[in-house]
């Protein structure tokens, strides 16, 4: 049986926390963040980081749309084919690409979804930010790849505007791959990896970055990410000639159905005590937070794609990109929470992996 959560949010103001907002996820009237747990943010203030601040505005990274032609049982998304509504409307996209052009520090725009590619606007936004000459980043599931053939030229499309592409893939094997992402995930997202490396993706030379990424399938924490790339390597190039450029190890965080996940099984506690025991002061400096601003599909502000699913925006007046100040966002308190732990375990994580 499916357990019910409900999540509220409290504001906690003080000299420490500096109006770090907490987030509580009640279940059956108990506060599963648990008191037994060290508040984060009182751990970073431990360390001397209080307030917490961001260092610079580098990534501009938008959720363009939940819509997905998939539902990933580790999505902390929540994405889905249902999510036909919950896309950035053109005008939108439109504000973020005003926003973009006027801010010089922004050096990638970092797309994802949902499967960002079945937004309508996605190549004419691609476009966009290529002709101002920023990096972009496909967060790109493969499948969409092979769904439907008007998405058949996507490899050419992403090469044509040197998108650098980053895809989920959890393993190497068919078993370990379609039960955390669905049946037939792992044979369309073989083909679609053979179709990049066929438009130059992952060839040494070419300028065309094709990353890869892993996630623990369970309730336990990444192996080591150079031993994971060597070994996909490895099985990708010998049994399907397939070459990519690196592999990023990625922490789940204990939020959306993830969350849902460890309550189900009864593992939240016990998950949540390896994050906070593998905690890294080192991977601190490193924190996607601290150079990236996220923006849901609706054009809210948060400081990171995890805040955002969390309705956890940022600590400042605007908080939509309507309102977009950039003195005000560097000038922002970097909202914490529990799930923060997940960042900062062992080697650390992030949109681009480890990050000590």
């Known amino acids: 049986m499916a357990i019910k959560q409900k999540t509220k949010s409290l504001s906690v103001t003080g000299n420490r926390l500096n109006s770090t907002f907490v987030q509580l996820n009640v279940l059956n009237g108990k506060d599963v963040s648990d008191a037994k747990f060290p508040r984060f943010a009182g751990k970073l203030a431990d ?4 307030p917490f601040k961001p260092t610079s505005i580098e990534i501009f990274q938008l959720n363009i749309g939940k819509l997905c032609n998939q539902t990933c049982a580790h999505c902390h998304v929540d994405a889905g084919p249902d999510k036909k509504e ?29 499967a960002p590619e079945m937004h309508p606007g996605f190549r ?6 290529t002709a101002l000459g920023k990096q972009v980043i496909d967060r790109c599931n493969l499948t ?19 998108v650098q592409v980053v895809s989920s893939l959890p393993y190497f094997s068919k078993t370990r791959t379609d039960n955390q992402r669905g049946d037939g995930v792992f044979e369309d997202s073989i083909k679609a990896l053979q179709l990049l490396n066929e438009a130059g993706y992952g060839k040494p030379g070419s300028g065309l970055i094709l990353d890869l990424v892993f996630n623990p399938s369970g309730a336990y924490l990444p192996g080591k990410q150079e031993t994971l790339e060597a070994e996909f390597k490895r099985q990708l190039d010998r049994k399907f000639g397939i070459v990519f450029n690196q592999l990023y190890a990625i922490t789940n965080l204990p939020v959306a159905r993830f969350l849902d996940y460890l309550l189900e099984t009864g593992n ?16 601190v400096d490193g924190l996607m937070c ?67």
Request: aromatic share 8%.
């Open 290 to 356: 601290r150079n990236t601003v996220s923006v849901s599909w609706d054009g809210y502000l948060s400081d990171c794609d995890f805040n955002q699913m969390l309705d956890l925006k940022v600590a400042a007046k605007g908080q939509h990109i309507s309102t977009f100040n950039e003195e005000e966002l560097l000038n922002r308190n970097i909202v914490l929470n529990q799930h923060c732990y997940g960042c900062t375990a062992g080697a650390g994580s992030s949109c681009t992996g480890v990050v000590a």
């Open 86 to 114: 919950e896309n950035m409307s053109m005008e939108d996209l439109q504000t973020c690409v005003d926003i973009i052009a006027a801010t010089p520090s922004i050096k990638i725009v970092d797309i994802t979804g949902g």
């Open 124 to 129: 004419w936004f691609v476009e966009q930010c």
């Open 47 to 50: 360390q001397g980081h209080a």
């Open 144 to 162: 969409i790849i092979m769904a439907n053939p008007k998405y058949r030229d996507l490899p050419e499309f992403l090469a044509k505007h040197k």
């Open 268 to 283: 939240y506690e016990e998950y949540m005590q390896k994050l906070v025991d593998a905690y890294n002061p080192e991977t």
